[in-house]
């Protein structure tokens, strides 16, 4: 038996996986690009270098891996501490839950996280994908979701 369900607002984040032209990528490049992040250690869906290599390449940009890097990289030169790394921790969880799936909801606290770590990052190289990457983070609307109790 279910209970009433109210009303919660969340935040629609797009995750797509797109080329330097900003066109969707294939199912068959999606597959590789998949299987290449469950390789990756410690959870870390790519580094900025390999970022930078497949922007240069004309590849790909994996906005649900290059926002999983992004929050794995501490604010200043000074690193994380432990209050830090579990105050990202709901992100991560929520952004591997979102895996292969075209956008994740997120509370307003976390979308505020992660637009602030978006904003914020100095990128590799100068270049629309990211451009055009961060102003859809930026922008992702606000929709209202029915929540169970």
């Known amino acids: 038996m279910s209970t009433k369900s109210?009303?919660?607002?969340?935040?629609?984040?797009f995750l797509p996986v797109v080329t330097k032209n900003g066109k969707a990528v294939s199912a068959e490049i999606l597959k590789d690009i998949v299987?290449?992040?469950?390789?990756?250690?410690d959870g870390v869906a790519f580094t900025d270098d390999q970022v930078k290599t497949i922007v240069?390449?004309?590849?790909?940009?994996?906005?649900?891996?290059?926002?999983?890097?992004?929050?794995?990289?501490?604010?200043?030169?000074?690193?994380?501490?432990y209050a830090e790394m579990r105050k990202i921790e709901p992100l991560w969880d929520a952004l591997d839950e979102a895996?292969?799936?075209?956008?994740?909801?997120?509370?307003?606290a976390d979308f505020n996280l992660l637009c602030g770590r978006v904003e914020n990052n100095r990128y590799p190289t100068i270049s629309r994908i990211i451009m055009k990457f961060i102003s859809s983070i930026k922008?992702?609307?606000?929709?209202d979701v029915d929540v169970k109790d």
Do not use: H, M, W
């Open 6 to 13: 109210k009303g919660a607002q969340l935040r629609k984040v």
């Open 35 to 41: 299987r290449e992040q469950d390789q990756q250690a």
């Open 56 to 81: 240069d390449r004309g590849e790909v940009l994996d906005y649900r891996a290059t926002c999983i890097s992004l929050l794995s990289l501490p604010d200043g030169d000074k690193g994380a501490n």
């Open 99 to 108: 895996k292969g799936e075209e956008f994740v909801l997120l509370p307003e």
């Open 139 to 143: 922008e992702s609307e606000l929709v």
